[in-house]
C-alpha cells in the first residue's frame, strides 16, 4: 500500500518512541484517537519535574567537559523534509564545529544504552542537522539518577537511515488507517492500556 504524505503532517520522537514498542500504539492513538493517559505513570511525571530543573545544571562544567561552546535550551524544531518535529533539551554548538543533542533522562545508566534513548538522540540530530545546516556526529545523554552521568552516542548512516525507516512507517499507518502487526514481546502486552481492544 502506497503512503500519501500531506503537507504539514509531522511525527515526534515519542510517537517513535510509542511505535517502537508497539507499532499498534500508534493507530490506536493516532487512527482511533483513543489516548493512553501517559500523565498517570510515576516515570512520565518524573521525567517531566527533571526536564523542568535541568536548565540548572551548571553551565560551565558542562562547557568543559563537552568542549562546548554554547548551548540552546529547549529548542523547538520542525522539519517539513522529513516530516519530523520536536522539542531538544539542549541544542550544543562544539568547538569542532559540529553541533550535538544533549538529553535529560530520569534514569540509572545501564550498561549498554537503552535502543529508545538512541533513536531518540538520532531523531534530534536528523532536526538539528536539517535547521542549522552544521554536522551532528555524535549526541549526548545525561542520566540524572547516576549523577548526572554523561554518555556519547557516535551517530552512523545506518542511524539515520532506520530513524527516517520508521517515520515512513508510522506515516503509512496514520494516513492509510494501516493495521500493523503488534509486538512479538507478549510480555508487553500485560500491562498495555490497550490490551482489551487490541485483537
Known sequence: METITKKGVYITPSEIIEYLYCPRFIYFM???SIPQHEEQRYKVR???ETHEKKAKINKDYLRRKLNCNKREINVYLASEKYHLKGVVDE???LEDGTAAPLDYKFAVCKEKLFRTHKIQSTLYAILIKDNYQVGVDRGYI???RSKNLIKVIDFKESNFRKALEMIDE????????YYPKGTKYLSKCADCCYKNICV
Open 91 to 93: 541544542v550544543l554548538f
Open 142 to 144: 545525561c542520566y540524572t
Open 46 to 48: 518524573t521525567g517531566r
Open 30 to 32: 493516532n487512527c482511533l
Open 170 to 177: 508510522i506515516l503509512k499507518i496514520t494516513q492509510s488507517g
